[in-house]
């Protein structure tokens, strides 16, 4: 049965995002806003890139988004159309995409193997006579016994 429902969850590497010189260097503020914009991304896929939109859409003061909206974390987004977007969590989308479209494809193609085994008209199997006779005469005798008696 097909799924049509997007993927519920991105694989994170603790010991890329911790080797990273630009997460290192952010303050606890700009990590909790980093995460909780890449957790956006991945939902909704853009948020809002002006500060007081972006204060109003994840529900805190503007000056807290102000405070954590450095540079640090804006290097991690690309701004178009007055949105940010997260490329590395855009390429995981397409590369579970792309193995979707993989599978599916292989399915159908082992599908058609299979389906196309059983279509092929199965070889028949000659029954010497002897062997049918002898089933027959059995089956015969038994029945003969029994209307005997």
């Known amino acids: 049965m097909t799924q049509n429902r997007k993927a519920p969850a991105y694989q994170e590497y603790?010991?890329?995002t911790l080797a990273n010189r630009q997460f290192r260097l952010m303050t606890l503020a700009e990590r909790g806003l980093f995460h909780t914009l890449r957790l956006e991304c991945w939902e909704n896929k853009q948020v809002?890139?002006?500060d007081h939109q972006l204060a109003k859409y994840l529900g805190y003061e503007v000056s807290e988004i102000q405070i954590a909206l450095t540079d640090n974390v804006k290097s991690f987004f690309v701004e178009s159309n007055g949105l940010f977007s997260c490329p590395e969590i855009e390429d995981y989308r397409q590369h579970l995409d792309d193995i979707k479209i993989k599978q599916r494809e292989g399915g159908k193609r082992g599908a058609a193997m299979t389906n196309g085994k059983q279509n092929k008209p199965r070889k028949q199997t000659s029954v010497s006579d002897e062997g049918k006779s002898s089933a027959n005469s059995q089956v015969a005798?038994?029945?003969g016994v029994e209307?005997?008696?």
Do not use: F, K, L, Y
């Open 14 to 16: 603790a010991a890329s």
């Open 48 to 50: 809002p890139s002006n």
């Open 141 to 143: 005798r038994r029945v």
């Open 147 to 149: 209307s005997a008696a």
